[in-house]
């Protein structure tokens, strides 16, 4: 089974600053979907990036970017230009991406609580 | 606002009641997910329906059950309630099982058992 680690229970950043989230996870698949979600105070699960494991190319949304190294199964969100918009608990999961019935569930970590100070 | 509706938002309720929780995913999307989260277990997956049929099952506790209908709406049954079902409770779409489809989450139900 494939499990997601998020090992920052919190972390916190000045306002305009640049933080990274880690994440590591464990899966013995070659094909897989990664992601980051967002639940601000409101609890909408918001997706924030998504990589595909087969791409090399990190992914990059806005401010968001992720570092994604595959051997060291390694996903970590980088959040450039930090706004007091962007306090919120982050989440890591995983998706298989073998195409088989009941492969696609999401995969959460545990999350990383991130707080903007002014 | 993901298009995915869930109802009710908050739901409370006594030990051995069972309550019903209903999800409408966003237009044209065949996938319904269900998901709990709790203090002690995190965020972790239920159940899974495919067009109106049960494709995968995760931590889903036999005193819980799914469904969804012909329109693709879902209700997920809770019964014999007990106070460590309180959590939230999401539901999420999306247009089909395969490749990197984004699942839309709903706003959740958040269930509180006294």
């Known amino acids: 089974a494939q499990t997601v680690t998020q090992s920052q229970p919190e972390m916190s950043v000045q306002e305009a600053e640049t933080v990274t989230l880690s994440c590591t996870y464990d899966?013995?698949?070659?094909?897989?979907?990664l992601f980051w979600y967002k639940q601000p105070p409101s609890r909408q699960m918001i997706l924030v990036i998504r990589?595909?494991?087969?791409?090399?190319q990190n992914a990059t949304e806005n401010r968001f970017s992720v570092n994604f190294q595959k051997a060291a199964k390694s996903f970590s969100l980088k959040i450039s230009d930090s706004q007091l918009g962007d306090a919120a608990m982050y989440f890591c999961?995983?998706?298989?991406?073998?195409?088989?019935?009941?492969?696609?569930?999401?995969?959460f970590g545990t999350g990383t609580r991130l707080t903007i100070i002014p | 606002d993901s298009g995915v509706t869930q109802t009710p938002k908050h739901l409370i309720t006594a030990t051995g009641q069972r309550v019903t929780l209903r999800c409408s995913p966003r237009?044209?999307?065949?996938?319904v997910y269900w998901y709990q989260q709790s203090l002690d277990q995190g965020l972790q997956f239920l159940i899974q329906?495919?067009?109106?049929?049960?494709?995968a099952k995760g931590n889903i506790l036999e005193r819980f059950s799914a469904q969804q209908f012909p329109d693709l709406h879902s209700e997920l049954n809770l019964s014999s309630l007990e106070l460590g079902d309180s959590a939230l409770y999401f539901c999420?779409?999306?247009?089909?099982?395969?490749?990197?489809?984004?699942?839309?989450f709903g706003p959740g139900t958040r269930l509180t058992v006294l």
């Open positions: 999420a779409s999306s247009e089909q099982g395969q490749g990197a489809n984004e699942q839309f």
């Open positions: 899966t013995s698949e070659s094909d897989y979907y």
């Open positions: 990589q595909e494991a087969y791409k090399q």
């Open positions: 999961a995983y998706r298989s991406g073998v195409s088989n019935f009941g492969n696609e569930k999401l995969t």
């Open positions: 237009s044209g999307d065949l996938s």
């Open positions: 329906y495919y067009n109106g049929e049960e494709r």
